[in-house]
């Protein structure tokens, strides 16, 4: 039985077991007891019918059938369930209550009313079939009251005047609605915000009441909205900053130095450094409440989240006194985080007879000059074994490949000239950059890559980011084997020896620009999008115009000795998020992309600015870099070139990639993870610009790429712990391009594919084809 066989069969068979459990439970019951299987309301408006379910006691909710399945196996002994020394896993049964059935129909009823049903009636009905309960909550919601007049009454006329100016941006409570109490709630929520953004520190959301006449005629109701003034005083006191004072301490005392370094700066504001390693200009700078300004609730969230951002402390604390009956003094309590710390990680790797691990470690120190300045050294070393090959462990490495990363960060822009300040949406950063490479592939390709990046990172506003960088410097040696490079030679593919056993150098600049990436972690009616421009060696082709460059016998100028780089590349990600209603969400994404080699680089693009197809957060039904290009079908080579090909020969310089995704939550508690689900069909490939002799049936022509999209659906499960999100996809391929009519629908040959199989490993020999890819990563595909 091969490996998608015994996973179809494994999960069947878990499947079948969690089904039995479940039907088993109600045996299990003593007498008189009955397993609530079913709680259903009827006779209610679909619209109110999710949030009427959550009225419905959990404890005479259906269990959910996998952590009753777990609640089983630890806790069934002798045929019955165990009445001590309870294991505290899974979920117990939930059983029939008659009184938690009543107390369910008098919330639900509640609910009806806060709806505007004030006449609302609800009853119960249980029907019991053995050791099972059928629970029917019958609702009699009547007809919905509107409002017909509503009066806003507020003392102050100074808060009267903010309200009548500012309502139109919040304000949803009109004559002739629905009455609706959750409106309310968010009006009085709306008013509070509105009043403290305004100076009004002193404002409480009980000075809004509600006065609701409901005893007219005609499912009318009259409202009232009334702001009282504080007791015994004629209006609300509008308050200004007078001073504020800053205080960086460790919590624990030996920590801290004896003699704390302080400082008074303009504007009255006192700078107190009990650890001696902070200067006061970057923590300062991000202080929005300044003397002489009204207070502003929005400028102290605003404080609370650029402290946060700048990493280096672990609690932030903002409080206030007054030093008269109109002024604020204000505190910020500042707890640093440890200033250097190191995590090591790793992953193990598997698929199709590949084996392997990768191995990182991180060193960072986050305030490395006494300016938050944040140091991450990165390293990484990471090893793919092929069980194919002959010989020992040793003997079978496919490839290895060691990285290192310095980054140091600055929380502030750094330029030779002025900058307007752009710290109110977000925190801008200079990050400064190097990266080194060294990999090797088993008898096939070795690259030394060397990148220094100078970079910026801005937001115009709370949901547009840029990132501009500059400057991008790259060295790369790669050099094919002698042996394999002789043997592409001979067979015709000069072109791709020229392309990939040289060494080039790089001096370029990128552009990225995105919206909305602040809500994607949430459940909301919104567009993303995400566009970067990468252009390399368009001052050296200027400069090429002027200074007399050598060339090489390829006829490419150089720099330093090796031949410079010269292309464009522009790629795009633009997503619909659609909520609909509850943990459902709809996600449409299309991922179109164009890079074009030209000048000095016109022949091939180079490997690590190629696109390719598949992967975890692509077209999952297929693995990495092993889909396309175009039409290209590996049987093409001959079996030694597949082997050292792998990953190399599948890329392109266009791609066109769709994604659509249905999320949804399956049980709310697994493990004390929210156990949420996903299906999903993706579409795309990726294409070469102009027909090569590596890659037959590869270029991309408008007049046939609809024929060469590949498709893929499948489904998944993600462990939703809070903090990050495990992913398990399951991708099966539908269509796939590498064959042609008829046959690349090979979803037909799914449930009777070994014959199919046998005959592509004649073919495609070493390669094997796989109909389901799976997929494990952290966090959500996009």
């Not at 389901?772 to 966090?779: A, E, L, P």
């Amino acid at each position: 039985m091969d490996k998608q066989n015994y996973l179809f069969a494994y999960a069947s068979i878990m499947l079948l077991l969690v089904l039995f459990a479940s039907c088993r439970s109600p045996r299990l019951l003593a007498e008189g007891q009955a397993l609530v299987t079913k709680a259903e309301i009827r006779g209610i408006d679909p619209q109110h019918e999710e949030q009427a379910q959550a009225y419905i006691s959990q404890d005479i909710r259906p269990n959910s059938r996998i952590n009753l399945f777990v609640y089983n196996l630890a806790n069934v002994r002798k045929g019955r369930y165990r009445t001590e020394n309870i294991r505290n896993v899974g979920e117990p049964p939930h059983l029939l209550d008659s009184g938690l059935v009543a107390f369910s129909a008098q919330q639900i009823s509640r609910y009806l009313v806060s709806k505007g049903y004030f006449n609302a009636r609800v009853s119960s009905e249980i029907v019991r079939k053995g050791k099972r309960a059928h629970i029917y909550f019958h609702a009699l919601p009547g007809m919905p009251f509107t409002l017909r007049e509503v009066d806003v009454q507020i003392a102050d006329p100074r808060l009267a005047q903010l309200y009548d100016e500012g309502k139109a941006s919040f304000s949803k409570i009109k004559s002739g609605m629905r009455y609706d109490a959750d409106s309310l709630v968010a009006e009085r929520e709306s008013i509070y915000q509105l009043m403290r953004q305004h100076g009004y520190y002193d404002y409480f959301r009980q000075y809004m009441r509600v006065d609701v006449d409901s005893s007219l005629n005609s499912n009318q109701a009259d409202l009232a909205i009334i702001v009282d003034n504080p007791e015994g005083q004629a209006a609300h006191t509008k308050y200004i900053i007078d001073s504020s004072f800053v205080v960086v301490k460790h919590d624990r005392a030996e920590l801290n130095h004896p003699l704390p370094h302080k400082l008074k700066l303009p504007g009255s504001l006192y700078f107190e450094d009990h650890t001696g390693r902070f200067k006061p200009a970057p923590i300062v700078r991000y202080l929005f409440h300044r003397q002489g300004s009204t207070f502003n609730v929005d400028m102290e969230n605003l404080a609370y989240d650029r402290l946060y951002e700048l990493n280096g402390f672990r609690s932030v604390k903002i409080t206030y006194s007054k030093p008269d009956s109109s002024r604020l003094n204000v505190y910020y309590e500042l707890v640093p985080r440890p200033y250097m710390a190191n995590q090591v990680e790793g992953e193990y790797t598997f698929n199709a007879g590949m084996s392997g691990f990768n191995v990182g470690n991180t060193f960072t120190h986050r305030n490395l000059f006494g300016g938050l300045e944040q140091l991450d050294v990165k390293l990484r070393y990471g090893v793919l074994f092929d069980s194919r090959l002959p010989g020992n462990l040793l003997d079978r490495v496919f490839n290895n490949d060691f990285q290192v990363g310095v980054n140091i960060t600055v929380p502030r822009l750094i330029t030779p000239f002025a900058v307007p300040p752009v710290g109110r949406n977000g925190l801008p950063r200079t990050i400064f950059s190097a990266n080194l490479q060294a990999f090797d592939q088993f008898r096939t390709y070795s690259n030394r890559y060397f990148s220094g990046t100078l970079s910026y990172n801005w937001f115009d506003n709370r949901y547009r980011q840029h990132n501009l960088t500059p400057l991008v410097l790259e060295y790369r040696y790669g050099q094919l084997n002698s042996e394999f490079a002789q043997r592409l030679v001979e067979q015709g593919f000069l072109l791709y020896v020229r392309s990939n056993n040289r060494a080039y150098f790089g001096l370029g600049s990128q552009y990225t620009y995105t919206v909305n990436a602040a809500k994607l972690s949430r459940l909301a009616d919104f567009l993303y999008f995400r566009g970067a421009l990468d252009l390399s060696g368009n001052l050296l082709g200027l400069a090429g115009q002027i200074v007399n460059f050598s060339e090489n016998e390829d006829g490419e100028k150089e720099v330093l000795g090796v031949p410079y780089l010269q292309y464009a590349k522009v790629e795009t990600d633009l997503r619909y998020y659609r909520h609909l209603g509850g943990d459902r969400q709809l996600v449409v994404r299309l991922n179109p992309g164009i890079a074009v080699p030209y000048g000095n680089n016109s022949s091939l693009l180079i490997f690590e600015k190629s696109f390719f197809g598949g992967g975890m957060n692509g077209i999952r039904a297929w693995q990495a870099r092993t889909l396309g290009p175009g039409n290209y079908n590996r049987e093409v080579l001959d079996p030694d070139l597949r082997l050292n090909f792998r990953n190399l020969d599948q890329l392109g310089e266009i791609k066109l990639e769709g994604n659509v995704e249905y999320r949804f939550r399956v049980v709310n508690d697994v493990f004390g993870a929210k156990l949420k689900a996903a299906t999903f069909a993706d579409f795309g490939n990726i294409w070469r610009i102009r027909a090569n002799e590596l890659n037959p049936d590869g270029e991309f022509k408008f007049d046939r790429f609809l024929g060469q999209i590949a498709i893929g659906a499948g489904a998944g499960l993600r462990f939703d712990l809070d903090y990050f999100v495990v992913r398990l996809d399951a991708g099966i391929k539908v269509r796939d391009p590498q064959f042609h009519g008829g046959k690349q629908w090979v979803i037909s040959e799914f449930f009777a594919s070994r014959q199919f199989k046998e005959q592509y490993r004649i073919t495609n020999a070493p390669d094997r084809y796989n109909f389901v890819q799976y997929n494990f990563g952290i966090g959500m595909p996009f």
